[in-house]
Nanobody
Framework: QVQLVESGGGLVQAGGSLRLSCVAS????????MGWFRQAPGKEREFVAA?????????YYANSVKGRFTISRDNAKNTVYLQMNSLKPEDTAVYYC?????????????????WGQGTQVTVSS
């Protein structure tokens, strides 16, 4: 059974930073693509960032977060991170991590096999 557990969300002022973590179990982590998505109230789940297997040498970002967010992975800890800087009120959402085996169509949430329960990020103006 694959389990993903996110943490690190919270309330922060605009311009601040947060680092989200997602710990995975039940699947060989190093061979898994990891992605972060977010969902604001009344909106669909949207892609935020994705990272390739193994060394994570390939990363992708949504245009809205490029230059502000950084995705990384630590295979020894079975953990993927999302460092979020220069946060804006429009970044407010529940953030989810997901896992899949391949990187094609990395921004399609329907192609991810497993999801965590989410962590709330609230950015005040």
């Amino acid at each position: 059974q694959v389990q993903l557990v996110e943490s690190g969300g919270g309330l922060v002022q605009a311009g601040g930073s947060l680092r989200l973590s997602c710990v995975a179990s039940g699947r060989t982590f190093s061979t898994s693509v990891m992605g972060w998505f977010r969902q604001a109230p009344g909106k669909e789940r949207e892609f935020v960032a994705a990272i390739s297997q193994w060394s994570g040498s390939i990363t992708y970002y949504a245009n809205s977060v490029k230059g502000r967010f950084t995705i990384s992975r630590d295979n020894a800890k079975n953990t993927v991170y999302l460092q979020m800087n220069s946060l804006k009120p429009e970044d407010t959402a529940v953030y989810y991590c997901g896992t899949r085996k391949t990187l094609n169509n990395y921004d399609s949430y329907a192609l991810y096999d497993y999801w965590g329960q989410g962590t709330q990020v609230t950015v005040s103006s």
